[in-house]
C-alpha cells in the first residue's frame, strides 16, 4: 500500500515538472491507477457543477463538438477531393488529420449519447422490473460506466504522455503533434463519467420521489 501512495505521489509530480517523459514514466506505474480515479471524479463534480449552474453548457457542449469537428472533416474531404482530380493537388495531411478528427467526434459523441440513455439501454426488459430491480440495474450501469471511464481516461492518458515524450508527428505535417488530438480522449471520457454521475443522480432521485425510472431513450432528443 506504501508503495502505491508512493507511486501516486510521484505521478502527481510529474504532472507539476512540464516533462513528457517523466509523466510518460510515471503514468506506467500502478499510482497512476489511484491518481487516474481521484482525477476523474474530482473534474467530473467540478464539470457537473459547471453544468448546473450554466444549462447552455449542460445542453450544447457535445453536441457542439461533434457538428463542427463533423463539418471540418467534410470540409477536408470535399476540398482536398476538388484539388485532387481536378487540379492534381492534395494537401499531404488530408488523409491523416480526419481520422483523428472523427476520433474527436466519437468520443464527444459517445458522452452525449450516455447522457441520452440510448448505449443498451435494455428500456423493455427493465420496464417490467419493479422498482427495486430497475434501480438496482441503473446503478449497475453506473458503476460499469464508471469502471470503463476510469479504464479508458488512465490508459488514454498513458498512450497521450508517450506520444508527446517521443514527439510523435502528424504524419503529413512538420509541426503538428499526435497528442493535442489524443489528449483528447481522456477529456471526452471525463465528460463521459459526469454524464454517468448526472444521470445517477436523477435515478436517485426519481427512485425516491416515485417518478417513472425507465422511460424509452431516443437518440437525437433533449
Request: net charge neutral; charged share 10%.
Amino acid at each position: 500500500m506504501g508503495t502505491l501512495f508512493a507511486e501516486a505521489g510521484s505521478v502527481i509530480a510529474s504532472l507539476f515538472t512540464n516533462d513528457a517523459w517523466a509523466m510518460s514514466q510515471a503514468f506506467s506505474t500502478s499510482g497512476a491507477w489511484l491518481v487516474g480515479l481521484f482525477a476523474m471524479l474530482a473534474s467530473a463534480v467540478v464539470l457537473l457543477t459547471i453544468y448546473r449552474h450554466v444549462p447552455l453548457i449542460d445542453r450544447h457542449l457535445e453536441r457542439t463538438v461533434m457538428v463542427w469537428t463533423y463539418l471540418l472533416i467534410a470540409a477536408i474531404i470535399f476540398i482536398e477531393v476538388f484539388r485532387r482530380f481536378v487540379l492534381n493537388q492534395q494537401a499531404p495531411w488530408s488523409t491523416t488529420i480526419p481520422p483523428f478528427l472523427f476520433l474527436v467526434m466519437t468520443w464527444f459523441g459517445c458522452a452525449y449519447n450516455v447522457r441520452l440513455r440510448t448505449h443498451l439501454a435494455f428500456a423493455e426488459f427493465r420496464s417490467n422490473m419493479g422498482r427495486a430491480g430497475q434501480m438496482a440495474c441503473l446503478t449497475m450501469d453506473a458503476v460499469l460506466w464508471l469502471g470503463f471511464c476510469w479504464v479508458v481516461v488512465v490508459t488514454s492518458a498513458r498512450v497521450t504522455a508517450n506520444s508527446a515524450s517521443n514527439f510523435q508527428i502528424l504524419l503529413g505535417t512538420d509541426n503538428v503533434l499526435q497528442w493535442w488530438f489524443l489528449a483528447t480522449v481522456p477529456l471526452a471520457f471525463i465528460m463521459m463519467a459526469t454524464r454517468v454521475i448526472e444521470n445517477f443522480l436523477e435515478d436517485l432521485e426519481n427512485y425516491r420521489s416515485g417518478k417513472p425510472l425507465i422511460e424509452q431513450a431516443v437518440i437525437g432528443a433533449d
